[in-house]
């Protein structure tokens, strides 16, 4: 995970300068209030007067995280959380910038917290669930994977600087990794297992996404078509996110 967070970091350094693009045509316009903490700076140095407009460059989300198919939908515990971090390039449509396009490049965390196991079968090239390990109480079982995945938007906001928003776009990315970790007791010792190389393990994603809401903060939803697991015999499970979205600038 810290590789990852580090790969991230870099690749966000690289390209901000490319990304803090703006076309803005209203250029003897300047606001004095500040939509984000990067308004007058980029992090390399400071935007030029006719350039401050600018607006979702950097967001992240905090999600619940959940799937549908053979489980519920929404039956997933509380502390089923993730988390997904996006750097933007945005192209103004409208002069005034009630109108854009984004693209970009994001980092996401899917964590699932439901207690039972996901069981793999090798020779079968299977993966399918497992309420109870070796006869034992389950604790706590979660399901993790991250993924890099290329997001894209197309944006409406109102004007001005206390502006409403709504956002709807979609995104496609590769699994770096996905695995289990189970904590469970056996007479009265507790143990904890990591389960990794599922044989029919889905490394595509892609889904569709929304965000509504005002100035740096919205709501945030993901609908995947991709399921996690490919084989017929397998647990079918398609991951779904909701939660809020804040743009740093």
Request: no cysteine; proline share 2%; aromatic share 18%.
């Amino acid at each position: 995970m810290m590789r990852i967070l580090i790969v991230f970091a870099f690749l966000f350094g690289f390209l901000n300068e490319n990304f803090s693009q703006y076309l803005e045509k209203e250029a003897d316009v300047i606001s004095r209030f500040r939509p984000g903490a990067g308004w007058y700076y980029s992090g390399n140095k400071p935007y030029e007067k006719g350039k401050l407009r600018k607006y979702d460059r950097l967001i992240l989300d905090v999600v619940y995280n959940d799937w549908f198919g053979d489980r519920e939908a929404f039956s997933s515990p509380w502390n089923s959380l993730g988390f997904n971090i996006a750097i933007f390039s945005q192209r103004v449509i409208t002069q005034a910038n009630t109108m854009s396009f984004a693209y970009g490049l994001s980092f996401s965390h899917y964590n699932n917290s439901s207690s039972f196991d996901l069981e793999k079968n090798t020779n079968q090239g299977t993966t399918t669930i497992s309420n109870t390990v070796f006869g034992s109480d389950v604790i706590s079982n979660k399901f993790t994977a991250n993924y890099l995945e290329i997001p894209l938007e197309l944006r409406f906001r109102t004007k001005g600087y206390k502006h409403f928003k709504w956002m709807i776009g979609g995104k496609i990315g590769y699994q770096m990794n996905a695995f289990t970790k189970l904590r469970f007791e056996e007479e009265g010792v507790k143990y904890m297992t990591k389960n990794y190389n599922f044989p029919d393990n889905n490394r595509l994603r892609y889904g569709a996404t929304v965000r509504m809401g005002i100035r740096n903060v919205s709501l945030y939803g993901a609908f995947f078509f991709s399921e996690l697991f490919t084989a017929d015999e397998s647990v079918r499970l398609t991951p779904l996110s909701l939660g809020l979205s804040f743009s740093f600038f």
